[in-house]
């Protein structure tokens, strides 16, 4: 039988609603951030560009003074650490004398010569087994390549001047 009078259509449910429109407006969002991924991808490119087009162009006058400014500053600093990398630190002798002299050994005189590795000491002692000591010392460090007694008095009070000459290692001026 053939219906005369119009039956309303059904209506969809409302969850059928609800992720249509979700799915639509996730659709837009996609093809909306594709564009605008783009539009910045463009302008990346052409900054890129003009920056190597920057670094690719010659340079100017004011550069190159610059530049052999910087050179001849840096000349001058290999120049110096070259010179201090050679030089030869003296104090570094008294901190040696002070660790390896006996306690009842007084040293009056000094006579150094750090290129040549040499130094000349006067000194005096209580005695000779004092003395004898501070000679052992000075032998067992490494520091010393050479010792000699040049010289042995006996000086006021019983006590016994000397003269050291030693030959000492190099490094230990560096």
Same mark, same amino acid.
């Given at each position: 039988?053939?219906?005369?009078?119009?039956?309303?259509?059904? &209506?969809?449910?409302?969850?059928?609603?609800?992720?249509?429109?979700?799915?639509?407006?996730?659709?837009?969002?996609? @093809?909306?951030?594709?564009?605008?991924? =783009?539009?910045?991808?463009?302008?990346?490119?052409?900054?890129? !560009?003009?920056?190597? %087009?920057?670094?690719?162009? %010659?340079?100017?006058?004011?550069?190159?003074?610059?530049? !052999?400014?910087?050179?001849?500053?840096?000349?001058?600093?290999?120049?110096?650490?070259?010179?201090? #990398?050679?030089?030869?630190?003296?104090?570094?002798?008294? %901190?040696?004398?002070?660790?390896?002299?006996?306690?009842?050994?007084?040293?009056? &005189?000094? =006579?150094?010569?750090?290129?040549?590795?040499?130094?000349?000491?006067?000194?005096?002692? %209580? #005695?000779?087994?004092?003395?004898?000591?501070?000679?052992?010392?000075?032998?067992?460090?490494?520091? @010393?390549? #050479?010792? #000699?007694?040049?010289?042995?008095?006996?000086?006021?009070?019983?006590?016994?001047?000397?003269?050291?000459?030693? =030959?000492?290692?190099? =490094?230990?001026?560096?």
């Amino acid at each position: 039988m053939v219906e005369i009078i119009p039956k309303p259509a059904a &209506k969809l449910p409302n969850w059928q609603n609800i992720l249509f429109y979700f799915s639509f407006g996730l659709l837009l969002m996609t @093809v909306l951030t594709y564009f605008i991924l =783009d539009i910045y991808l463009n302008k990346a490119e052409t900054t890129s !560009k003009n920056l190597e %087009e920057t670094l690719a162009r %010659e340079k100017t006058a004011e550069e190159i003074v610059l530049e !052999k400014e910087v050179f001849g500053y840096q000349r001058k600093i290999e120049g110096f650490s070259k010179l201090i #990398n050679q030089h030869l630190f003296s104090s570094k002798f008294f %901190e040696f004398i002070e660790k390896n002299s006996h306690p009842q050994v007084w040293f009056s &005189k000094l =006579d150094l010569n750090p290129v040549k590795g040499k130094a000349k000491l006067t000194g005096e002692a %209580e #005695n000779f087994t004092i003395l004898h000591q501070q000679l052992q010392i000075l032998r067992a460090n490494p520091s @010393v390549k #050479n010792l #000699n007694l040049v010289k042995i008095t006996i000086g006021k009070e019983g006590r016994v001047n000397f003269e050291l000459n030693l =030959d000492l290692d190099p =490094d230990l001026f560096k």
